[in-house]
C-alpha cells in the first residue's frame, strides 16, 4: 500500500473547516467535550488526560470571508486571529466545549479576552508562560500554572484527573513526538523520500484527533516509508523559520518545494512538537512537563530565552541539518517574527549563511512573484 492515500485522507481532514473528525470523536465518545488549543503551545497532556480532545485551532484558512471580525480588532492584527474569530462567528466552533490560549504575544492575549466576551457559553482558559527561563523560580512557577490549568480542565470535564491518567497522556504524547522526531530526522538525511508538504499534512492532521489515533497513522507511514523509491535531486537545502504559530499556505510550502529547495528542518506546529526529547516519566507528571518546558522546549520567538539565545539556536539548527540557506516564512503583522528578524538576520551574516524572506498571509491566492524570488535564490545559490 502506497503513502499518498495516507496523505490524501489527512489533507482532508485538516482542510475541513467543519471540524468533522471532532464531531466523529465526539459520537463516538458520548459526552466528550474538546478544548481548542490556540498557537504556539498548550500542556495537551492535561486536556487528553481529562478524558477530553485537545484540538488544534490555526484558523481558518484561505476558505473564511471575514464579515464580523474586523470590527472586533485593528486592521495591523495577523489573519489567524481574526480567522478564528470569525470562524466562532460562523458557528463554525460550537463543537468546541473550551479554548485555551496563552502569553505568546499582544494578539493572542487580546483574542483569549474578545472569545471570552463573544462567546460566553465557550469555556475559555488563559496561561501565562514563565517570562524569566533562567530564574531558579521558573520550574516551580510553571508546575503551579500548570496545576491551574489542570483545575480548570476538571471544572470543565466535571471530574477529577488522577496522577495515573496524566501519567498515561504524558506517556502517549511523548510516542507521537518521538515518531515526529524519526520523521523529521529522514526528512533531514532523506528529503527525498518525504517531502516537506507530507510531513507537514500528517503532523498537522494529528492536531484534530487522539494521540492514539495520530500514533496509528504515523505507524503506517513508518512501515510504508522504506519501500519507497527515489532518487535524490539537485536542490538547496534550507531550514523555514518563524512560521510558528500562524501556518504558511500549503500551496506555499509546495511553491518552496519546486522551486527547487529542500526543506530539511522547521518550526511549523512547533508547540505541537515543543520538546526535544521526552518528557520525563519517572516523576510527578506535572512537574516532569514544568520541567521540560524550560530545559527541554525548542527555542521559539513566543518563548523567552534561556541559558542559550535563539539567534544561537537558529544556526545550531541549520548546521545540524546540514543546511544551505534560511527561508523566513513570517506572518504578515506577526510581531514576534518581525522583531527577532534583525537578530537572526544578524546571526546569520556572522556565520555567513544565506536567507531569504517571504511574507505571507491565509487569503494568499497566487504565488508567481514568491516563486520568482525562489527561483532566483535558488539559481544564485546552485550556481554562484
Not at 481558518?60 to 474586523?70: H, K, M, P, Y
Not at 496563552?102 to 487580546?110: F, K, L, M, P, Y
Not at 500549503?250 to 530539511?264: H, K, N, P, R, T
Not at 517574527?337 to 551574516?349: Q, S, V
Amino acid at each position: 500500500m502506497p503513502i499518498t492515500p495516507i496523505i490524501e485522507r489527512c489533507r482532508a481532514r485538516l482542510e475541513d473547516i467543519e471540524f468533522g473528525s471532532v464531531r466523529e470523536w465526539k459520537a463516538r465518545h458520548p459526552g466528550g467535550k474538546a478544548v481548542g488549543c490556540f498557537p504556539v503551545y498548550t500542556p495537551v497532556e492535561i486536556i487528553h488526560a481529562a478524558g477530553m480532545l485537545p484540538v488544534g485551532l490555526f484558523g481558518g484558512g484561505n476558505t473564511i470571508e471575514l464579515a464580523n471580525a474586523d470590527a472586533r480588532f485593528q486592521s495591523f492584527v495577523c489573519s489567524i486571529a481574526k480567522s478564528t474569530l470569525e470562524m466562532g462567528f460562523q458557528g463554525r466552533l460550537k463543537l468546541l466545549d473550551g479554548a485555551i490560549f496563552s502569553s505568546i504575544c499582544d494578539v493572542a492575549r487580546n483574542l483569549s479576552s474578545v472569545m471570552a466576551r463573544n462567546f460566553p457559553e465557550l469555556h475559555v482558559d488563559y496561561i501565562h508562560h514563565a517570562q524569566n527561563m533562567t530564574s531558579p523560580s521558573a520550574v516551580d512557577y510553571v508546575e503551579s500554572e500548570f496545576g491551574r490549568i489542570q483545575r480548570s480542565m476538571e471544572r470543565l470535564a466535571g471530574h477529577p484527573v488522577s496522577p495515573d491518567a496524566l501519567a498515561a497522556s504524558l506517556k502517549a504524547y511523548n510516542r507521537v513526538r518521538d515518531m515526529l522526531r524519526t520523521l523529521y530526522r529522514i526528512r533531514r538525511e532523506s528529503p527525498h523520500l518525504i517531502s516537506t508538504v507530507e510531513l507537514y499534512i500528517l503532523a498537522r492532521a494529528g492536531t484534530l484527533v487522539a494521540p492514539e489515533d495520530h500514533l496509528r497513522e504515523l505507524q503506517e507511514v513508518m512501515e510504508l516509508l522504506p519501500a519507497r523509491q527515489g532518487r535524490p535531486k539537485d536542490r538547496v537545502r534550507v531550514v523555514i523559520e518563524s512560521a510558528f504559530c500562524e501556518q504558511p499556505p500549503l500551496d506555499l510550502l509546495q511553491v518552496v518545494e519546486d522551486a527547487g529547495c529542500y526543506i530539511v528542518d522547521d518550526d511549523l506546529l512547533t508547540g505541537w512538537r515543543w520538546y526535544v526529547e521526552d518528557v520525563p516519566e519517572d516523576m510527578p507528571p506535572l512537574r516532569a512537563l514544568a520541567e521540560s518546558y524550560i530545559r527541554r522546549s525548542v527555542y521559539s520567538s513566543v518563548r523567552h530565552d534561556g541559558p542559550r539565545s535563539r539567534n544561537l539556536g537558529l544556526v545550531e539548527k541549520v548546521r545540524r541539518a546540514n543546511a544551505q540557506a534560511v527561508i523566513f516564512m513570517p506572518a504578515k503583522f506577526c510581531e514576534p517574527a518581525l522583531f527577532d528578524y534583525p537578530l537572526f538576520r544578524l546571526a546569520l551574516e556572522q556565520a555567513n549563511i544565506p536567507h531569504l524572506v517571504i511574507e505571507f498571509e491565509e487569503k494568499m491566492w497566487t504565488f508567481e512573484r514568491t516563486r520568482n524570488e525562489l527561483e532566483t535564490f535558488v539559481e544564485s545559490m546552485l550556481f554562484d
